[in-house]
């Protein structure tokens, strides 16, 4: 089945303890992306990557890494949590190199630091 | 960055209802646009992309205006399973690899 899978789907921690969700798609899509999602915010864009090795800043990238090793895996990282950084989080994928179409979501990240 | 304007609703409306979202872009460069439907606490799915000519599926009549910088959602027979919170999405093309999100209009129907 053709999908996004995010792990962990729920998370509590404390402020400061370095935390990784890591995000996979099989569906060999060249685009990935993180979005953080916050009430009367909508969706905003933290992180994205139109291939392996190459990522850029979103615009709230602040407080987050990423990586793109390989194709497939696009893991968010949280340095020092903080919890501001309290939200929905989801990733996804798209299949051209510009995320000019369909993006694909995966079923998202909930995350509440203390 | 240029935004994508929705009003965030709700609405309410009852079974067999038609109802219209209209979604204001500020860009007038974009090239492609989306409707995507999320249902609580769920992640976002597409729903239709909207062409320069409309277009229709089923229940679903999407319609771009460039001149005005709007597109529009028209939902006809409104179904209990319809209730969900529609995401105008914009493309502002070439040069960019970011889409623009609006933040939402929340539809409920009613029985």
């Known amino acids: 089945e053709a999908q996004v899978t995010q792990n962990p789907r729920y998370l509590i921690t404390v402020t400061g303890k370095k935390l990784t969700v890591t995000c996979s798609q099989n569906?060999?899509?060249?685009?990935m992306s993180w979005y953080r999602q916050d009430p009367g915010l909508g969706l905003r864009q933290i992180y994205y990557s139109m291939n392996v090795e190459v990522t850029d800043k979103g615009d709230v990238p602040e407080g987050y890494k990423v990586s793109r090793k390989e194709k497939r895996n696009f893991p968010l990282i949280l340095e020092s949590p903080s919890p501001n950084q309290t939200s929905l989080y989801f990733c996804a994928s798209s299949f051209s190199t510009g995320g000019h179409d369909e993006q694909f979501f995966g079923p998202g990240t909930r995350l509440t630091v203390l | 960055r240029k935004e994508v304007e929705q009003d965030p609703g709700p609405f309410n409306v009852p079974e067999g209802a038609t109802v219209a979202f209209n979604c204001t872009y500020s860009?007038?460069?974009?090239?492609?646009f989306f409707w995507y439907r999320q249902d609580c606490r769920k992640e976002p799915k597409l729903l239709m992309s909207v062409y320069s000519s409309g277009n229709e599926d089923g229940r679903f009549t999407a319609q771009l205006n460039r001149a005005s910088q709007y597109i529009s959602l028209l939902i006809r027979d409104s179904k209990l399973s319809d209730s969900a919170t529609y995401l105008c999405?914009?493309?502002?093309?070439?040069?960019?690899?970011?889409?623009?999100f609006g933040k939402g209009t929340k539809l409920s129907v009613i029985p």
């Open positions: 860009n007038s460069a974009s090239q492609s």
């Open positions: 999405v914009v493309d502002p093309g070439a040069g960019s690899y970011q889409l623009t």
């Open positions: 569906m060999n899509h060249e685009y």
